[in-house]
């Protein structure tokens, strides 16, 4: 009887397990545990491959040890075997979207940075389908934006920036967007959100979203200073003194 080990790490979670000519007891799908494979013989020189598939459920090193054992001697030693793995943390993008400037006035323009860190282990891709959105609100027009890396588009149709690319892990990139306040807005408060799509579970599409709003409150735009009847009557009679003077 040929015996093999294999007490996955905790954070190895059980999912399958290929292993032709063995008899196999394992954890159920989702845990972690110890897997058990027995035969009745292994022939000299003759290879037996168990394939053990896992879920990892935190990133760092992980070691897994398998060992066998056999009422026959076996002359060479050890009969365990290590496996240490580096196990990286997936895309993990969030964004944080301010407007910078102010006061913001109607009718003139506002900037807004739109910043979006991976705080994964590993690149966020350039997977199909936007990786930002930002669908501008009615009281504002979409003038133009721009970003760091990758690229930004403006769909002034639509009143909408798209960016897409790639954010290496631990990486961050920002995009600028400048758009118009409309007139009339004056005193009321405009939301602007920006939407990120990433790749959380590392199987190539954009299944995750994390989003930022940033919000202003614009004023009246800038006019020229009534003058009160005080003020006129100050002004005539210094205009009043210079003709004088000048005669």
Known sequence: MVVMNDALPPSVKFQSITA??????TPAVGNSGTVTCN????????????????????????????TVASATTDPTTPNSSIAATSVLSPAN??????????????????????????NGGVAQGDNPGDEMTDVLPSALTLVSATATAGSAVTDI????????????????????IVATIKSGTAGTPIANQATVHFDADANGTNESTSSSTATITPQPASAIPAFSELALVALVGTLLMLALMKA
């Open 157 to 176: 149709p639509n009143n909408t920036v798209h960016w897409n690319g790639s954010i290496p892990g631990g990486g961050s990139v920002t995009v600028t």
């Open 39 to 66: 035969r009745a013989t292994l022939a000299a020189a003759v290879s037996s491959p168990i394939t053990i598939q896992g879920t990892l459920s935190s990133a760092g090193t992980i070691s897994n040890t398998a």
């Open 93 to 118: 993008v969030g964004v944080v979207k301010s407007a910078t400037g102010g006061p913001f006035l109607e009718m003139q323009n506002v900037t807004y940075s739109v910043v979006m860190t991976n």
């Open 20 to 25: 032709a000519g063995w008899s196999c007891s």
